[in-house]
């Protein structure tokens, strides 16, 4: 069942090219120059009069909703807000017919989440869901939606339904900011183009494994980690750290990288890994200058960088590479060696990885 593979969180991690591929199979027509999805064709009106989006989920879908925002604000023009759909359901928020809600869930059983749906739809918002399990009880409560078509994801952590969700959300933004002409003709293309070649890029930056092997060797005994990016890969920091949290037990906290030093500074010293995501694409020069402050902090830096990359390698501990892309890709590429990492730690410490303790597949109650 594993296929050959130790724990299903490994399979999943292996399964992402596959999976993204999946995602963007019959959707992503490169050739043709377009992007098709019933369930925004269907809906397109409504879709491009909203005046926001309003995107709500639960953990690692919520991270997910996260990456979405700086898509659809940077590509489509829209703005976006990212709830929390448990505090999004109990603060009595202000939601009118011209919203579009995008609610994110790999199981589609996640509590919170249905009731935030159920919340919106009677307020007269547009429900969009963007679930993996087909039939799911989001998946019917839903107006309309997308299926990120995953495969089951077994592992209690989240791995494959992140990058999915992602690839999912990046086609509607590149297909709204089409329709709303936001995206130049040669710029749609290009992310087309590039999207298409994720799945080979991914299962590049999978053969980084055995050096991330020894990057987690090194910091397994550690107590506290950080995990700093910046823009696009914001996000994905606070996904790494979650994925450390979880399965190995290990207190991790993510941050935007210029945070730093309005408090989580003061937390550095020689005993503190920092795993700094820092591609080339998207304000390297600035995550860079951050790295150097840690340095003189005495932090271990271990950088998520850009194959072939010069600057941060001369300052960090280690660098894990991975394929270079277009900014708004980046995050596919650099969750891959950070859901590696905190998975051989995982192992390493002798931890039960796809069954975390404390944990459950989907949480069905609030
Ligand atoms: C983390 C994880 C959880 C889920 C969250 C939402 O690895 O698995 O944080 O992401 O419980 O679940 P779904 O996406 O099923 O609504």
Known sequence: VKGGYDHFMLKEIHEQPVAIKDTYRGRL???????????????????????????IACGTSWHAGLVSEYIF?????????????????????????????????????????????????SKGAFVFGVCNVVGSSIARETHAGAYTHAGPEIGVASTKAFTTQITVLTLIALKLAKEKGTISKSEFQHHLQELELIPDKVEKALLQDEHIKKVAETYKDAKNCLYLGRGYNFPVALEGALKLKEISYIHAEGYP????????????????????????KGHYEKVVSNIEEIKSRSGKIIGIVTEGDVDVKNLADHVIEVPETIESLTPLLTTIPLQLLSYHIAVMLDKNVDQPRNLAKSVTVE
């Open 29 to 55: 027509l490169v050739k043709e120059g377009i992007i098709r999805m019933a369930g925004i064709d269907d809906n397109l009106e409504r879709i491009l009069n909203a005046n926001r989006i309003i995107v």
């Open 73 to 121: 604000e940077d590509l489509a023009r829209i703005p976006v807000e990212v709830e929390y759909a448990s505090e999004f359901r109990y603060r009595n928020p202000v939601i009118t017919e011209k919203d579009v809600v995008i609610a994110i869930s790999q199981s589609g059983e996640t509590a919170d989440t249905l009731a935030a749906i159920k919340l919106a739809k």
């Open 257 to 280: 990288a210029a945070e730093m030093k309005h408090g989580p500074i003061a937390l550095i010293d020689e005993q503190m890994p920092v795993f700094v995501i820092a591609t080339k």
